[in-house]
Each structure stands twice: as C-alpha cells, then as structure tokens.
C-alpha cells in the first residue's frame, strides 16, 4: 500500500530529525556547563544562563543537575562573579 509507505517514511524522518535536535540541545548544554566551570565570570556567562533558562525544560535531567550543581558551587566562592 503506497499511502501506508508514505506515512512510514514521514514518520521516520520526523523521528530521526527529533534525534538530532535532542543531540543539538545536549551539545549547546554541555557548552553551557563548560562555561559555568571553567569561566563563571567571563562575558560569555550572561549568554550561557539565558540559553539554560529558555531550554532548561528540555534538557536531560541528569544534566541539568550537573549544572545547577556547578552553578552552586560557582556562587560559593567569593569573588567569583
């Protein structure tokens, strides 16, 4: 059945198309917490906490609590925003 075929491409591309915006945003993630770690007081801060807070609700789990751990103990530190 063709119509059956097409239906089943579409929804195949769909999910593959998925994926790859689900490895995009772990990507820009990981970007974000390098910032977070490595240099918590550096221009590009104010960038990495707006693109946390617009895709937060996105994100994996595991991986927001990494970096709202790292965020926690960036604010410990005196002097270090």
């Known amino acids: 059945d063709a119509v059956g075929r097409e239906l089943a491409a579409a929804a195949g591309d769909r999910g593959d198309h998925s994926l790859k915006q689900a490895a995009v945003l772990e ?3 990981v970007s974000y ?3 977070v770690k490595k240099n ?3 221009p590009l801060m104010p960038a990495s ?3 946390i807070a617009k895709f937060a609700h ?3 789990l595991e991986l927001l609590l990494d970096l709202v751990s790292n965020l926690r ?3 410990r ?3 270090a925003l």
Request: proline share 10%.
């Open 77 to 79: 530190e005196p002097g």
């Open 27 to 29: 990507q820009m993630f």
């Open 40 to 42: 918590p007081a550096g």
């Open 73 to 75: 103990s960036v604010l």
């Open 58 to 60: 996105q994100v994996n």
């Open 49 to 51: 906490l707006r693109g």
């Open 33 to 35: 917490a390098r910032v």
